[in-house]
């Protein structure tokens, strides 16, 4: 079965720097959520989007901007990067029709700022 | 805000073992609860889920969970564990708003070592 899919996999760049993190959720779901793993970290919410709308909102930074687009993939823009900023970025996706609350993960980004 | 509670962030146990992963949640509202598996290196897996109905749920690779309201718990069991149950285990919570676009709070995680 198809699953989320997430570009690129590694990501390395320099502070002050910008990054943009793709997702592509499964087939079907219209739904995209962002998370952050830290390093020995639980995942942290950051934001989520339903029908290109942004739906919740959890702790991503003023320095972070997400949108999904009209075929519900999703780019998460990460400005001024900082070194804790370094850290897994999972996106997952789930289908809001009949009240499904699964969220289904990609295999995330890891991103490394130097 | 809801928060989740993990009591065990590192349990060693022999192939054949019980385990028991604690969990508690802080939210007086109606809530989802999940329980996710992280192997090394790679990305979560729904491990089983609870939305409504039998507080006893049934999820793969033969873990189980109850969901116990009045302590606010949800903890996952599994009767004899293998060495490939090795891996990072999250409790997360999502509040049932009905809209299924709500974003999950996870517990620290508990890190299971199973030695053979």
């Known amino acids: 079965a198809a699953g989320v899919i997430q570009s690129p996999r590694h990501l390395i760049k320099e502070k002050r720097e910008t990054a943009t993190l793709k997702c592509y959720p499964i087939?079907?779901?219209?739904?995209v959520y962002w998370y952050q793993q830290g390093p020995g970290q639980d995942p942290q919410f950051l934001i989520s989007?339903?029908?290109?709308?942004?739906?919740d909102k959890g702790s991503i930074p003023d320095r972070f901007s997400a949108q999904q687009f009209s075929d519900y993939h999703s780019e998460l823009n990460m400005s001024s990067l900082e070194l804790g900023d370094s850290a897994l970025y999972f996106c997952a996706s789930s289908l809001a029709e009949g009240s499904s609350y699964e969220q289904y993960f990609g295999p995330g980004t890891r991103l490394t700022v130097t | 805000a809801q928060s989740v509670s993990q009591h065990n962030h590192h349990v060693i146990l022999s192939e054949a073992a019980s385990l028991e992963l604690g969990c508690n949640y802080s939210y007086g509202g109606t809530v989802n609860l999940f329980w996710y598996v992280q192997y090394p290196g790679q990305h979560l897996q729904l491990l089983l889920k609870y939305f409504s109905g039998d507080p006893l749920v049934k999820g793969i690779k033969g873990f189980e969970a109850e969901f116990i309201k009045s302590k606010f718990s949800f903890n996952l069991r599994k009767p004899s564990v293998q060495w490939s149950d090795t891996a990072e285990y999250f409790c997360?919570?999502?509040?049932?708003?009905?809209?299924?676009?709500?974003?999950?709070?996870f517990g620290k995680g508990t890190h299971l070592i199973i030695q053979p």
């Open positions: 087939p079907r779901h219209d739904t």
């Open positions: 989007f339903y029908e290109k709308m942004q739906s």
């Open positions: 997360a919570v999502s509040l049932y708003s009905g809209g299924g676009a709500d974003g999950l709070t």
